[in-house]
Antibody, heavy 128, light 110 residues
């Protein structure tokens, strides 16, 4: 059974950089079938896709966060990471990592692009 | 890109059916058969309930179904049960390997 686990500081100071790591167990991160994604949820609010990356390092980001986001992958340790710079109180949220089915064509039909396994999430609070 | 639009809340009695809508645009929901739905109980991670507009993952009750018309996708839950009370989030592919979520809908089972 695939499992994902987020780790990182629960408290970050405003203007600094938030750094989180997701460790994948029960399966390899080096698969052409999947991206690996980051999603966040401010307390009491909806989900927001931050970005997804491929094991090769190719990354795709939410346009609204693109200027502040960097993702990376460590295939030797089956981990991938998120860095979000210049954080403010608005970045206080639960941060989830998840497995993201990559898009594929079946005939003319484009398929995929959903999150099938999620980590439990980690709460990151930005302090002033 | 703007978030997809969902009602803030819906409610229903046990045994009834409810439908949650998710409205996007012709650039996202209306362009691809790639809407997914997630159930989230308080303090828990989201769980995939529907993918590719209408498909159900193994293990998800057939009381949950997805549909779409134009730029609006819908999640229907039939035979409501107390355990269905949760938040529900829709998500759509929006092109160029980007994804959009809705604001979430709180389902109350009366």
């Amino acid at each position: 059974q695939l499992q994902l686990q987020e780790s990182g500081p629960g408290l970050v100071k405003a203007s600094e950089t938030l750094s989180l790591t997701c460790t994948v167990s029960g399966g390899s991160i080096s698969s052409s079938t999947y991206y690996w994604g980051w999603i966040r949820q401010p307390p009491g609010k909806g989900l927001e896709w931050i970005g997804s990356l491929f094991y090769s390092g190719s990354s795709y980001y939410n346009p609204s966060l693109k200027s502040r986001v960097t993702t990376s992958v460590d295939t030797s340790n089956n981990q991938f990471s998120l860095r979000l710079s210049s954080v403010t109180a608005a970045d206080t949220a639960w941060y989830y990592c998840a497995r993201h089915l990559s898009g594929t064509y079946s005939g003319d039909l484009y398929m995929g692009h959903y999150f099938d396994y999620w980590g439990r999430g980690t709460l990151v609070t930005v302090s002033s | 890109q703007s978030a997809l639009t969902q009602p803030a809340s819906v409610s229903g009695s046990p045994g009834q059916s409810i439908t949650i809508s998710c409205t996007g645009t012709s650039r996202d929901v209306g362009s691809y058969k790639l809407v997914s739905w997630y159930q989230q109980h308080p303090g828990k991670a989201p769980k995939l309930m529907i993918y590719e507009d209408t498909k159900r993952p193994s293990g998800v009750s057939n009381r949950f179904s997805g549909s779409k018309s134009g730029n609006t996708a819908s999640l229907t839950i039939s035979g409501l049960q107390a355990e269905d009370e949760a938040d529900y989030h829709c998500c759509s592919y929006a092109g160029s390997i980007t994804l959009l979520f809705g604001g979430g809908t709180k389902l109350t089972v009366l």
